[in-house]
């Protein structure tokens, strides 16, 4: 069976895919990584705002994936045990890294790394200004997310990136609905606050740069 087939089959019936990786199917094993490498490497990234720890992240939450699969029991949805296992990986690799390293600045290559749906530049060729501004903005956002509390920026990723279900984020953190739409509603009044301050200090900076008019 292709991994397309599979990969069907466990849109139709989670449980028989389950059943697949449980008994240690390769192709299965593959569909999942294919269906899921992309998605937890943004949460990842999103959450550190480091490419090479998201790298890890991903790494690590596979490999818990493939030791607990044989334990999963379907007490939830196999997407939610999922991101449960990257944000808990996320979380303990940002507890460890602010420990015993300095956040440092964004790169140009840490923020368009394969595969990572960040800053994308179409086949019509932007303008080098036009790139360079869109990078700029994409960094705002990823410093803006940082500064963010860890309770609050899952939320929004999880939401606002990720395009998941206020149910379904409910489930993954165990929250009720209820502290899911408070937290993403200060989330978002916060990440407000913040690119707007970020926006205005970057519109004077070019504000001074331009020439000045002739009367």
Not at 4 to 17: H, T
Request: aromatic letters at 10%; one cysteine or more.
């Amino acid at each position: 069976m292709s991994n397309f087939e599979i990969g069907f089959e466990f849109v139709e019936n989670e449980v028989a895919f389950v059943d697949r990786l449980q008994v240690g199917s390769d192709e299965a094993f593959e569909t999942l990584i294919h269906l899921y490498q992309a998605p937890i490497y943004n949460v990842a990234y999103r959450i550190l705002g480091d490419a090479a720890e998201a790298s890890d992240a991903v790494q690590e939450t596979f490999m818990k994936i493939f030791k607990g699969i044989k334990t999963f029991r379907g007490e939830c949805g196999l997407k939610t045990w999922i991101y449960r296992i990257a944000i808990s990986e996320s979380l303990n690799r940002q507890r460890w890294w602010r420990r015993w390293r300095r956040h440092a600045p964004v790169s140009i290559d840490e923020t368009t790394p394969g595969g990572a749906r960040l800053v994308e530049v179409t086949d019509s060729g932007p303008s080098p200004e036009s790139a360079y501004a869109q990078l700029e903005m994409e960094q705002a956002v990823q410093r803006a997310l940082d500064a963010l509390g860890f309770e609050h920026r899952v939320v929004v990723v999880l939401r606002d990136i990720e395009g998941l279900s206020y149910d379904e984020i409910s489930e993954m953190l165990g929250l009720s609905l209820g502290t899911v739409k408070s937290r993403l509603w200060r989330a978002r009044s916060e990440l407000k606050g913040r690119l707007e301050s970020l926006l205005k200090s970057r519109g004077s900076r070019q504000a001074q740069v331009l020439p000045a008019k002739r009367g």
